[in-house]
């Protein structure tokens, strides 16, 4: 018998055994042929223990079960015995308040009616760590728990400890000889965790951000000239604690490069590229700097835009020569069609008219392709401010080479205003103002406004309407109505009191109309009525006003005028926004002529101009000039006409509080010569001038992205102007003579009178009556001195930082302003502020 013939008597064949039975139980919610089609037994089949085996995996698999297993092997009467997974009829977040409960819930995938499996309960716990981790929060912790319920149900509860955020606490750079630590820092956007960078969200770490800075440091080398420079790694380390982020580069920083030759190549044959070239902000010898070579493309393909061609390909040639650490850069310009405007698509307006914009756009069907144009029609648009910022007009290629498609889509935004503005002043106490404006209304770009506002010395209501495009032709048409309640106040230094009440009912009738693309015109007509009246139990003896008590600045205000004028503006803007602009110019200069009838007549000529800067990085810079002078025709300026200077003109000034202005200090009668009191008595009257001039220098700041989210931008700026001229009013000394004789200051006296302008007298009982009785009721006038002064063109100079907050309840603005430079008279204020909301 051979070996193998041995091994196979000795080793007996496996017996086959038959499915006899085949059935399920546990199932409650799953149908018994539901849990055998997950497997693939069946009756009548032969099966082994590796048979068995795949069929309790393939029960697995299907995560429908919390338990499982097989009976009846040896009979062959198979029985699966399964327990279902529970349903979740809850899902329960506890513990978030970083994170909103709804923005969670949008990411897992567990939710009630679903069937709970321990699978999906740790996927769910990554991605809400990941959610974390997004925020910044890797020492997040997620405990999930599941709570069992009758009828085979559970509530799973994600119990969360969101720990804080984990911080930048270090900012390591290796490699780095040229530039210092804190150089490249600056040049990141992420930064180390400190105190004062309490508002900002860039002291958090964040993986994408950590991507981003190695090219901002790329950047940051490129435009110093090292052209070979390369961040070698870039490695971030978590502390043990979890609660911050160590952060290390290793650069090497390479040599640095001169621009070469530079020259352009262009295939377009209208195009000179020695004229070109010549242009070109990067010269032969300077420092290498990839911006000025971004900057070099975009100014090539803007100007082949010019004449027409919207979609040039600039692309620039680099001939690095390490030997010699040169540079030199060819610009090639590939052939390209004329383009012509095929169609212009406005998308996105569901409010606004189509034809609103329309008419903002520079160019029309058919016109040739002019970027300029373009530009300029996307400013045009953006200054509506009916839309959200940085509305861009996108070039598509058309149905030919030689076409092109304006696609403009807009998203719009609320375009109403309700601002509610709140402040206080040492003069004033507490002031409102309130004002509703809808500047689209009815969608046709129509402006639509109602103002009101109240304080202890003012109180004015306005309403007005303006059609900026009357039937669908280039001229504006507008008019207002008004009526403004103005109390003027003498001052002193603990409290105020009203000096007079001016009334002013009116309207006015404006149109006006573009003379070309930057320049407009603008004409009106107003006529109104103003009542100057003064408190007659102050100011009035025997029914006339009492040059003694209100001085004779005062009483030769009093009356009732009629003022009917006519008046025009000329108008330059080329700035990129009406509503907040970044760059460009606005320039006005305006007259008006008082005398179409009335009792007023006088001319006032005023010009203003600023200029914005755009400075980079969110820096802008804003210079604003103003001035006017104002010439009575035959007649004085009223002290109502005139001009004045203050709050909110001149920050860090009260209003009216600078110019010429009348002080009434106060004797102390009871010594001979009498003397001056102290300044707790003085009183201050803003009479105006007849010119000022005002200069404001702003610089816009930016901050983190953070603060940017909050709606913050803080500014500092400083104020220079003056208000002059005029005539200096007749001035009163009550003690002079008897200071000069040195004899007593005797003041003078009047006598009182009730509401009906009534002499009153003093009878035998000691009361009051209208019946002469020989003893008139008097009171003592106070003896004073008035000086005049103010009246100079010496400027002031105040200094300050303000700040508007886009916050919850509307826009805030604070000041915090400090003049520097005054003269004798004026009157300062520290801070103001005021809030208001859109709708």
Aim: glycine share 8%; proline share 3%; net charge neutral.
């Amino acid at each position: 018998m051979t070996p193998a013939i041995a091994a196979a008597q000795t080793v007996a064949p496996a017996p086959v055994r038959l499915i006899k039975t085949l059935r399920v139980e546990g199932a409650q919610r799953i149908e018994p042929e539901t849990v055998l089609s997950y497997t693939k037994l069946r009756v009548g089949i032969p099966y082994t223990a590796e048979t068995l085996d795949q069929a309790l995996k393939d029960l697995q698999a299907s995560d429908l079960f919390v338990d499982f297993s097989i009976a009846g092997v040896e009979t062959g009467d198979i029985v699966l015995r399964v327990r279902e997974n529970p349903i979740i009829n809850r899902v329960i977040l506890e513990g978030n308040k970083a994170l909103k409960s709804d923005k969670i819930t949008k990411e897992i995938k567990l939710a009630p009616r679903q069937i709970f499996t321990r699978t999906a309960v740790r996927q769910d716990v990554s991605r809400i760590i990941e959610l974390y981790r997004r925020q910044g929060r890797f020492a997040a912790v997620i405990s999930p728990k599941m709570v069992s319920l009758d009828q085979n149900r559970v509530d799973v509860v994600f119990e969360i400890t969101e720990g804080p955020k984990s911080k930048v606490r270090q900012i390591n750079i290796i490699g780095n000889t040229v530039f210092s630590d804190a150089k490249l820092r600056s040049a990141m956007v992420t930064k180390e965790s400190r105190w004062f960078r309490l508002l900002s969200s860039n002291t958090s770490y964040d993986q994408d951000r950590l991507n981003y800075d190695q090219q901002k440091l790329r950047q940051f080398y490129l435009t110093e000239g090292y052209a070979d420079f390369r961040v070698t790694s870039a490695v971030a380390e978590l502390t043990p604690d979890k609660r911050d982020f160590i952060i290390t580069y290793v650069v090497e920083e390479g040599k640095r490069y001169t621009f070469g030759d530079v020259t352009v190549d262009s295939e377009i044959r209208d195009f000179d590229s020695t004229k070109l070239a010549a242009s070109l902000p990067i010269k032969k010898g300077d420092w290498y700097n990839a911006k000025l070579v971004e900057n070099s493309v975009d100014q090539l393909s803007e100007a082949a835009g010019l004449f027409g061609y919207a979609f040039t390909d600039v692309s620039p040639d680099f001939q690095r020569d390490p030997d010699t650490l040169t540079m030199g850069m060819n610009f090639h310009i590939a052939q390209a069609q004329r383009t012509y405007i095929e169609r212009i698509d406005i998308d996105g307006n569901t409010q606004t008219q189509d034809k609103v914009i329309r008419r903002e756009i520079r160019l029309a069907e058919g016109d040739a392709f002019n970027s300029f144009q373009v530009k300029r029609s996307q400013d045009r648009i953006n200054s509506l401010g009916f839309f959200q910022d940085k509305m861009e007009i996108k070039q598509v290629p058309g149905s030919a080479a030689d076409r092109v498609v304006l696609q403009t889509n807009v998203e719009e935004k609320s375009s109403g205003e309700l601002q509610l503005s709140v402040g206080y002043s040492s003069l004033e106490s507490f002031i409102a103002q309130a004002s509703v404006t809808q500047r689209n209304f009815r969608g046709k770009g129509q402006e639509l406004r109602l103002s009101a506002s109240v304080s202890s010395y003012a109180k004015s209501v306005n309403a007005g309407f303006t059609e900026p495009y009357l039937f669908d032709t280039n001229i504006a048409l507008g008019g207002d109505i008004f009526r403004r309640d103005y109390s003027s106040y003498s001052t002193s230094t603990s409290s105020s009191s009203s000096a007079y009440e001016q009334v002013t009912t009116g309207f006015q009738i404006r149109a006006g109309m573009p003379l070309n693309e930057y320049w407009s015109l603008s004409a009106r007509y107003g006529l109104s009525y103003d009542q100057v009246t003064l408190d007659a139990d102050t100011y009035y003896t025997n029914g006339v006003c009492d040059t003694a008590i209100a001085g004779t600045y005062l009483c030769d205000a009093v009356g009732s005028r009629w003022t009917s004028s006519v008046g025009y503006s000329l108008l330059f803007d080329s700035t990129n926004s009406r509503l907040r602009p970044t760059r460009g110019r606005r320039v006005t200069f305006s007259q008006d002529f008082a005398g179409l009838g009335g009792d007023t007549r006088y001319i006032r000529t005023t010009a203003n101009a600023s200029q914005y800067i755009d400075l980079g990085s969110n820096f802008v810079f804003t210079a604003h000039a103003e001035g006017g002078y104002i010439k009575g025709l035959g007649q004085d300026v009223r002290l109502t006409d005139r001009f004045y200077l203050g709050d909110p003109q001149m920050r860090g000034f009260d209003i009216r509080g600078v110019g010429p202005s009348v002080t009434r200090t106060y004797y102390d009668t009871s010594t001979v010569p009498a003397t001056v009191t102290d300044s707790s008595t003085t009183t201050r009257t803003a009479l105006g001038g007849t010119a000022y001039y005002q200069t404001r220098f702003e610089l816009e700041l930016p901050l983190g992205a953070g603060a940017r989210e909050l709606g913050l931008r803080p500014s500092i700026y400083l104020d220079v102007g003056a208000v002059f001229g005029g005539t200096k009013p007749t001035l009163v000394d009550t003690c002079a003579v008897a200071n000069a004789a040195a004899t007593a200051c005797v003041a003078g006296t009047r006598q009182y009178t009730n509401s009906a302008g009534e002499l009153l007298y003093i009878d035998s009982s000691g009361a009051t009556t209208t019946t002469n009785t020989g003893t008139a009721y008097t009171y003592t006038l106070g003896s004073y001195r008035e000086t005049y002064s103010g009246n100079t063109a010496r400027p002031r100079v105040s200094l300050g930082v303000g700040v508007n907050w886009t916050s919850p309840f509307g826009p805030l603005r604070i000041d915090l302003a400090k003049a520097l430079v005054k003269s004798p008279g004026d009157d300062t204020k520290l801070v103001t502020f005021n809030v208001g909301g859109s709708f």
